[in-house]
């Protein structure tokens, strides 16, 4: 899977994008969240508030019970705001 990371949750990770293997026992959004929280204290505080966290699944929105296949393109970012 490739993960791609944008603004501030960029920012706390430290890089913009990784590929990892879909991990085992992780089949949704969620659950993946749970999973990069274990890597450490930078993934824990970039998704400490997942209220405010979209995901994009294959460049589609979607929600944290979506589920996952290995090779997906997952994009986390805050919320746009324009004006």
């Given at each position: 899977?490739?993960?791609?990371?944008?603004?501030?949750?960029?920012?706390?990770?430290?890089?913009?994008?990784?590929?990892?293997?879909?991990?085992?026992?992780?089949?949704?959004?969620?659950?993946?969240?749970?999973?990069?929280?274990?890597?450490?204290?930078?993934?824990?505080?970039?998704?400490?508030?997942?209220?405010?966290i979209?995901?994009?699944?294959?460049?589609?929105?979607?929600?944290?019970?979506?589920?996952?296949?290995?090779?997906?393109?997952?994009?986390?970012?805050?919320p746009?705001?324009?004006?």
């Amino acid at each position: 899977m490739k993960l791609l990371y944008f603004a501030r949750i960029r920012e706390d990770i430290g890089h913009s994008s990784e590929d990892i293997p879909l991990p085992e026992g992780v089949s949704d959004i969620g659950g993946l969240i749970d999973h990069l929280c274990e890597k450490g204290e930078n993934y824990r505080s970039a998704f400490k508030d997942e209220t405010i966290i979209r995901v994009a699944v294959n460049q589609l929105y979607v929600n944290f019970d979506h589920p996952l296949a290995d090779g997906d393109e997952i994009a986390f970012f805050p919320p746009m705001t324009g004006g």
